[in-house]
């Protein structure tokens, strides 16, 4: 009990480096999902419009990507961004740009996967319309996109959580580096090998508002559209 209340007198108090820690995981995670979200929703929109050899298979792979465990990505980044690695001369091992560039690759089939769920509920004779009536490629994403406004959102925010949450990559790439790459997630786990279980905790409950400020505004999105 009595931590619980230390935990949150350290959030009520607006302790300096709890609150540095929790805007570094907001920053790193939103810049990760815009990132994914750009390059997933070309993708995802591609896989709904049209048709090309190994289709499925593609897009089975790509939501199998899904259960990749973060350690995993974070070693192949890691591989790859390290000194030894071919983008070893960019220096990004253990800075924002590493952490970045690990949770977006994370991210991306995760984005894919809600995006094309989303739009492949469209009306068969939307699709139907825009094939008719010739539309160029892009425009044809464009009147997608128009159509599945609550897909997108849905997207945004279930990815955003994903990697708000996620502790292998933030801890591989940034370093756990006090005052630059700590997140909630690599701070809860060190403070509490270090024995500062009321930090932790601190940084505990504010994670887990946010999942909840997050799962709610996904619920609101998915009952707006059944309602629609």
Do not use: H
Request: net charge positive; aromatic share 12%.
């Amino acid at each position: 009990m009595m931590a619980l209340i230390t935990a949150l007198e350290l959030i009520v108090s607006g302790n300096r480096e709890l609150f540095f820690t929790v805007g570094t995981s907001l920053t790193f995670s939103l810049f990760s999902t815009l990132c994914a979200g750009i390059v997933g929703l070309v993708i995802a929109t591609i896989f709904t419009l049209e048709r090309f050899p190994l289709r499925r298979f593609i897009i089975s792979l790509v939501t199998s990507l899904m259960a990749v465990p973060t350690v995993v990505v974070g070693l192949v980044v890691y591989s790859l961004i390290s000194r030894s690695g071919p983008l070893g001369s960019l220096g990004w091992l253990f800075t924002p740009y590493a952490v970045v560039l690990g949770q977006s690759i994370f991210a991306l089939p995760i984005v894919i996967s809600y995006l094309w769920a989303g739009f492949s509920k469209l009306d068969t004779r939307f699709f139907e319309t825009i094939q008719t009536i010739g539309c160029s490629f892009p425009y044809k994403c464009l009147l997608t996109w128009r159509e599945s406004p609550a897909a997108l959102v849905n997207a945004l925010l279930s990815t955003f959580g994903r990697v708000l949450s996620e502790v292998g990559i933030s801890m591989m790439l940034g370093g756990n580096l006090r005052w630059y790459t700590r997140t909630m997630t690599t701070a809860i786990a060190l403070e509490t090998t270090r024995g500062e279980y009321e930090y932790a905790l601190a940084l505990g409950i504010l994670l887990l508002l946010f999942a909840m400020g997050i799962n709610a505004l996904t619920l609101r999105m998915v009952r707006q559209k059944v309602a629609a």
